[in-house]
């Protein structure tokens, strides 16, 4: 079955970074547009990154220049890097993975919990 499975989650401070990987498997990984999401306490969840199939990215504009979306094709892993990170950049980030002509939400992991606090 198809699985995503994310990681590099944790604890961190103002002005750290992390990196969140998310590992596929049951999918052709490479006809898939990746994204990452995150979900705050009591907020929707919101797109963060995205890379599509053919290595294109685009980011929200509150981690413009700070978060790094990137692929790896061989692996069939995306990653986030995430630096200079805020407070506000808290909350559970979930890896997507969703053809760009088939309608529907894709599939989704479990998500990574990120917390950014001193």
Not at 9 to 31: H, K, T, W, Y
Not at 36 to 49: D, F, N
Not at 60 to 85: E, P
Request: some cysteine.
């Amino acid at each position: 079955q198809v699985q995503l499975v994310e990681s590099g989650g944790g604890l961190v401070q103002p002005g750290g970074s992390l990196r969140l990987s998310c590992e596929a498997s049951g999918i052709f990984f490479n006809l898939n547009d990746m994204s990452w999401y995150r979900q705050a306490p009591g907020e929707q969840r919101k797109l963060v990154a995205t890379v599509t199939n053919g290595g294109s990215t685009k980011y929200a504009d509150s981690v413009k220049g700070r978060f790094t979306i990137s692929r790896d094709n061989t692996k069939g892993t995306v990653y986030l890097q995430m630096n200079s990170l805020k407070p506000e950049d808290t909350g559970v980030y979930y890896c997507n993975a969703k053809k760009s002509w088939v309608n529907g939400p894709g599939y989704w992991g479990q998500g990574t919990q990120v917390t950014v606090s001193s």
